[in-house]
């Protein structure tokens, strides 16, 4: 996680009120409704303070449309995923703890115990039969559904021992693979639920930042803190290819985010100083340079979106950072689509899955979360309900529901578009 997150920006919006072109207003005696004699200060009152919003951690009142909360951390939340198919949520966080729990009243189904640091990364299995949670004690505790009536039942399967404070945990998109790197720079391999190491994997010169299955589950890409990005093949321990900041276009002060098209040809890197890069997958090669960010301003997330539902070319991307911005580009021109802000860093962004992928979610450091149509960069609905950072989110039951993590110990619950009293989207 970037430190870059906490780091505020103004924002534009073309929604806040315009100032009359006609400069300067000064008030008049027709606008004066009375004159109140000046009797000296006085100390404030304690009920002078009450229906303010004091902000993250306060009691004041704050807007909130949420429709579900989970209240069980008691600390920060670093890590949020929905259930493949059910109404279930994985959060883990500073607490050292991680639970499963029902989105739909915020019970806990399970308490995810014996981690002794925070839980910082965690994620279903492709079926949605496990649940996997990475700490930075650099411990990874598998756990796995019992019988098969309902979701209700977990037992706590296998602890893996393999990298050193883990920062990326992935499933497999299609076995039970699951993918792990920590801050010793190695990543590994387990099959499961056997437990067995498939592969370790050494080449990084940095603590892991982010790494990815390409789509088509044949490969792996990871990246690190000193700017390594390294394409491998399961089978075999040697990189397919590595490119590094040894190569000054591929210098981006070291690489905070990746993300790999559909079909599995191209990745986009962004790195810490702002800048992004495209790489051909099949060549290993640089094929483009991004801008659109400001400059020193950290890249925290990048998320193709199928904008025509066809899932085939180069593809759209999506890159936020910490300066606010979430920029979408058309990889076939290599040319700036639209750009979305908001009031503070973007820590995440979701692409929604079929039948409307267009759908692009954002959270933010501005304690927010916000649905747009990435088509036309329309703003569809903002979720509102944190006092604090929203660190994760993750999209639930097909796209309908987004749940988030927080800074200030919530998740939250919501529906990714605007429905009406029944329920039905609203047009």
């Known amino acids: 996680m970037s430190s870059g997150k906490q780091r505020a920006t103004e924002a534009d919006y073309e929604d806040e009120v315009e100032l009359e072109e006609d400069g300067e207003h000064f008030i008049t005696e027709d606008d004066i409704l009375e004159e109140v004699q000046d009797d000296g200060d006085h100390p404030m009152d304690e009920d002078d303070e009450d229906g303010q919003d004091l902000g993250e951690g306060s009691s004041g009142p704050v807007d909130d449309n949420t429709v579900q909360h989970f209240t069980a951390h008691t600390a920060s939340v670093f890590a949020v995923a929905c259930h493949p198919t059910e109404p279930l949520a994985a959060s883990g966080g500073e607490d050292d703890l991680g639970y499963?729990?029902?989105?739909?009243?915020?019970?806990?189904?399970?308490?995810?115990?014996?981690?002794?640091?925070?839980?910082?990364?965690?994620?279903?299995?492709?079926?949605?039969e496990m649940v996997a949670t990475g700490g930075m004690d650099g411990r990874i505790r598998i756990w796995r559904r019992v019988g098969k009536e309902n979701f209700k039942t977990w037992e706590f399967l296998t602890e893996l021992q393999g990298p050193d404070e883990v920062t990326v945990l992935k499933w497999h998109p299609k076995g039970n693979v699951l993918l792990a790197g920590g801050n010793d720079g190695t990543v590994w391999l387990w099959q499961l639920p056997s437990g067995k190491t498939m592969q370790v994997f050494a080449g990084h010169s940095g603590a892991l930042n982010c790494g990815e299955f390409t789509p088509d589950g044949k490969r792996l890409l990871t990246a690190c803190a000193n700017g390594d990005l390294i394409l491998w093949d399961p089978?075999?321990?040697?990189?397919?290819?590595?490119?590094?900041?040894?190569?000054?276009?591929?210098?981006?002060?070291?690489?905070?985010?990746?993300?790999?098209?559909?079909?599995?040809?191209?990745?986009?890197?962004?790195?810490?100083?702002?800048?992004?890069?495209?790489?051909?997958?099949?060549?290993?090669?640089?094929?483009?340079?991004?801008g659109g960010h400001t400059e020193g301003e950290s890249i925290e997330s990048v998320v193709f979106v199928d904008i025509t539902g066809s899932g085939s070319g180069p593809g759209v991307v999506v890159t936020g950072a910490t300066d606010g911005k979430a920029c979408i580009w058309d990889l076939s021109t290599m040319r700036l689509r639209a750009t979305l802000q908001?009031?503070?860093?973007?820590?995440?962004?979701?692409?929604?899955?079929?039948?409307?992928?267009?759908?692009?979610?954002?959270?933010?450091?501005?304690?927010?979360?916000?649905?747009?149509?990435?088509?036309?960069?329309?703003?569809?609905?903002?979720?509102?309900?944190?006092?604090?950072?929203?660190?994760?989110?993750?999209?639930?039951?097909?796209?309908?529901?987004?749940?988030?993590?927080?800074?200030?110990?919530?998740?939250?619950?919501?529906?990714?578009?605007?429905?009406?009293?029944?329920g039905v989207y609203a047009a």
Not at 240 to 266: E, H, Q, Y
Not at 381 to 402: D, I
């Open 100 to 128: 499963i729990w029902d989105i739909t009243d915020g019970e806990v189904i399970v308490k995810l115990t014996g981690h002794t640091d925070s839980v910082s990364v965690l994620g279903w299995s492709s079926d949605g």
């Open 235 to 290: 089978r075999s321990p040697t990189p397919v290819f590595k490119l590094s900041a040894d190569d000054a276009r591929f210098d981006m002060d070291g690489i905070t985010s990746l993300g790999i098209n559909p079909s599995s040809t191209l990745a986009v890197v962004g790195g810490a100083g702002g800048g992004i890069r495209v790489v051909n997958l099949n060549k290993g090669d640089i094929v483009g340079t991004l």
């Open 342 to 422: 908001h009031e503070d860093a973007i820590t995440q962004l979701l692409a929604h899955p079929a039948p409307k992928p267009y759908l692009l979610v954002s959270a933010s450091a501005d304690k927010t979360l916000k649905t747009w149509d990435a088509r036309t960069g329309t703003l569809i609905k903002t979720h509102q309900g944190h006092r604090g950072p929203v660190l994760s989110a993750s999209l639930g039951l097909e796209g309908s529901v987004v749940v988030s993590g927080g800074d200030d110990a919530l998740c939250g619950v919501w529906t990714t578009e605007v429905v009406d009293e029944d």
